[in-house]
Nanobody
Framework: QVQLVESGGGLVQPGGSLRLSCAAS????????MGWYRQAPGKQRELVAS???????NYADSVKDRFIISRDNAKNTIYLQMNVLKPEDTADYYC?????????WGKGTLVTVSS
């Protein structure tokens, strides 16, 4: 069974930074793509950023120029560097891995941006 474990969430002040990690239980190169989603209370889960096996990245307009997604194949881990955080970034952040015909999800990590 594929396991995805997120870490790095917490409380930060507006304008601060936070780095999320997602460790996978197998080679992440075997996945078509991986990404970060977030869901705030009362809102639909949305894609924040994704990275393909060929390192192509995509970002939601709301986080472009602030967030950076990256991966470390040797560690089977992807990261989300979040900079210039805003209160509206507050949400549960989930790691997702896509394979052919299925997707795997982590349990999430909470990010709270508040003064």
């Amino acid at each position: 069974q594929v396991q995805l474990v997120e870490s790095g969430g917490g409380l930060v002040q507006p304008g601060g930074s936070l780095r999320l990690s997602c460790a996978a239980s197998r080679s992440i190169f075997s996945f078509v793509a991986m990404g970060w989603y977030r869901q705030a209370p009362g809102k639909q889960r949305e894609l924040v950023a994704s990275i393909s096996s060929s390192s192509t990245t995509n970002y939601a307009d709301s986080v472009k120029d602030r967030f950076i997604i990256s991966r470390d194949n040797a560690k089977n881990t992807i990261y989300l560097q979040m900079n210039v955080l805003k209160p509206e970034d507050t949400a549960d952040y989930y790691c997702e891995a896509q394979s052919y015909g299925t997707a795997y999800w982590g349990k999430g990590t909470l990010v709270t941006v508040s003064s």
